[in-house]
């Protein structure tokens, strides 16, 4: 789970991960399929691969731009392809490791959307 503020509006935001082309390189290890698109407010997939589970990305409009939530819901697949937990040290390192790949996603997209903008200054639209 992640939360970063985006100053830039959700539709903005939304093109970012609407395009199936994108994922793989966001998610290189992932094989996503569109549960819900949800426009403006986000995209949920199911997902397979070195996980099984769901992802969603929620964009909530705050102020001037928007709060891109991140969830993933997922586990290691065991023989059967179907999701079997992990044990609590790999659980955990898998967290950290998904947490932090979330937030360099998160500050690539504030990055490249919000370049040129002056703190203080309304968003682009």
């Not at 392809?81 to 967290?95: C, D, I, L, N, W």
């Amino acid at each position: 789970m992640d939360e970063t503020f985006l100053a830039v509006p959700p539709a903005v935001v939304a093109a970012e991960f609407a395009a199936p082309a994108q994922w793989p390189r966001l998610w290189p290890d992932l094989h996503l399929q569109v549960m819900a698109d949800r426009g403006d407010e986000g995209m949920r997939w199911t997902v397979l691969g070195a996980l099984v589970g769901s992802m969603e990305v929620w964009l909530e409009p705050v102020l001037d731009g928007t709060v891109l939530h991140y969830y993933l819901r997922a586990d290691p697949p065991g023989p059967d392809g179907h999701p079997r937990p992990a044990s609590p040290r790999r659980a955990a390192a898998e967290v950290r490791r998904r947490r932090r790949a979330a937030k360099a996603i998160a500050f690539a997209c504030k990055q490249r959307l919000e370049a040129g903008r002056e703190p203080g200054e309304p968003p682009r639209r």
